[in-house]
């Protein structure tokens, strides 16, 4: 009888070594390496085999491809991260914290579904009774949803091949297992065999399949790095537990726009869809606030109004404190920089808080010129005017740089009853939008004259 063989597995990029390390070989990645069991009766199984092995040599323009109709999720905020709902034969990611909505979202969107299509629920982690008991408690009508509680692999393959749903849940990836494999489930080589044989069941039928995926304590989802190449779309719960507040976020779309934003909001019945998102992060002041800006910025396809908040104080230690909330704090620490070289506004003996409205994360540099300002105003102690929104990027040479899609922003804060607007002049509209002022500046000096009334 062969020897069962241990081996070390990067969670990162898949390499293997014979025995641990420290960095691995591969990728050069810092303590990834985990130890794994390898059964020789398994080194015949193909665990990457996603296309069929019989595939022949072909011009590109001879393939016939057609547009393949999306099928609604039966959740619009859903449908809207998807990039327009679920592609038949496609393959979703999704994670989470524990206790943040990924399963209730999920029973939601099959009960919404299961009256037109064939839908099933493939769960690892609860019994039939605990899934009906949650329908139950959200009162949903899912009465066409099928339930399956198993978490042999082989098993979940024949249910999905005799029966062919249209769309299949596995819930979760982590807790599925591959009796050809002699390690437990969990482990990256049973991930990554199980995500691989799934992928092959949607590639080769018409069944969409979503698989619900564990993360780590730092955030990342639990597995080998490659199970986010094998699927089509990774999708990402955030959200603060002290919040009601849930936002979906797509990192990766094959069929649609990345960095794509769902708002959903925690209720008793679910998680309900959030048509005003703006309205979320913007904060209701009864009259104006100094340090506060009101930013545009662009997720995905959806602009959101975000306030900034800043607050300037003396710093009573050697050094000043720098700290930022939802932005990078390396950027405000540049953008400080900026100000003082370019505009003359020192800040280097305050501390400087930062604070975007609503737990939101803006990534994006058009922030910049909003950051600013909300300092400059802070520091002054002197309001902004009221119905202002600011966005721009800001250079380390002190000019204001055009950001993407402007127009859209500039139509999004008019919607909402604003009526000025602090941009970049290489983003102002051929064309004057009803009920807004634009004040186009050129560089950060300009941008802080433009109001000296106020930080007078």
Not at 170 to 188: E, F, H, K, N, R
Not at 223 to 252: C, I, N, Q, W
Not at 371 to 382: I, P
Request: aromatic residues 4%; contains cysteine.
């Amino acid at each position: 009888m062969a020897k069962v063989k241990n081996i070390y597995v990067c969670t990162d990029c898949g390499g293997q070594s014979p025995k641990w390390q420290g960095q691995c070989a591969h990728c050069q990645c810092w303590n990834t390496l985990v130890e794994t069991v390898i059964d020789p009766a398994s080194a015949s199984v193909n665990r990457f085999g996603l296309v069929p092995t019989s595939a022949k040599l072909q011009r590109l323009s001879e393939v016939h491809a057609r547009e393949e109709t999306r099928m609604s999720s039966g959740v619009a905020e859903f449908d809207r991260v998807l990039g327009g709902g679920l592609v038949p034969g496609g393959v979703v990611l999704i994670g989470g914290d524990p206790g943040i909505g990924k399963s209730t979202l999920l029973l939601q969107s099959l009960a919404a579904m299961g009256s037109k299509r064939k839908v099933l629920y493939v769960s690892g982690e609860e019994s039939a009774q605990q899934i009906a008991l949650r329908a139950k408690r959200l009162a949903l009508d899912a009465h066409e949803v099928h339930v399956l509680a198993e978490i042999n692999l082989e098993k979940v393959q024949s249910i999905l091949l005799e029966e062919k749903p249209e769309v299949a849940v596995i819930d979760s990836i982590q807790t599925l297992y591959s009796p050809a494999l002699s390690s437990a489930p969990g482990s990256v080589a049973q991930v990554r065999e199980c995500a691989a044989q799934l992928t092959r069941v949607a590639k080769s039928g018409s069944t969409t399949i979503i698989l619900v995926g564990h993360v780590t304590k730092e955030g990342a989802l639990a597995g080998p790095r490659v199970l986010e190449h094998m699927v089509d779309t990774v999708l990402y719960f955030e959200g603060d537990t002290h919040s009601s507040f849930r936002l979906v976020r797509a990192f990766k779309n094959r069929y649609g726009a990345v960095n794509e934003l769902g708002v959903f909001a925690m209720t008793e019945k679910g998680l309900k869809g959030v048509s005003n998102p703006s309205a979320l992060f913007l904060s209701q002041h009864t009259g104006q606030v100094a340090g506060s800006c009101v930013v545009v910025t662009q997720e995905g396809s959806r602009p959101l109004l975000v306030e900034i908040q800043a607050l300037v104080d003396e710093a009573h230690a050697p050094n000043p404190r720098r700290l930022s909330v939802g932005l990078e704090q390396n950027r405000l620490a540049l953008l400080l920089a900026v100000l003082h070289r370019h505009a003359g506004i020192a800040c280097y003996d305050q501390d400087v808080f930062i604070n975007a409205v609503g737990g939101v994360r803006i990534s994006e540099p058009a922030a910049d010129l909003a950051v600013l300002m909300a300092v400059v105003s802070s520091l002054k102690n002197k309001p902004l005017p009221a119905k202002l929104v600011v966005f721009g990027e800001v250079g380390l040479a002190g000019e204001v740089r055009p950001v993407q899609r402007g127009q859209e922003r500039l139509k999004e804060a008019a919607k909402l009853g604003f009526t000025h607007a602090m941009i970049p002049k290489s983003n102002q509209p051929k064309q004057s939008i009803e009920g807004l002022t634009v004040i186009a500046v050129d560089r950060i000096e300009e941008a802080v004259v433009k109001f000296r009334d106020a930080f007078a």
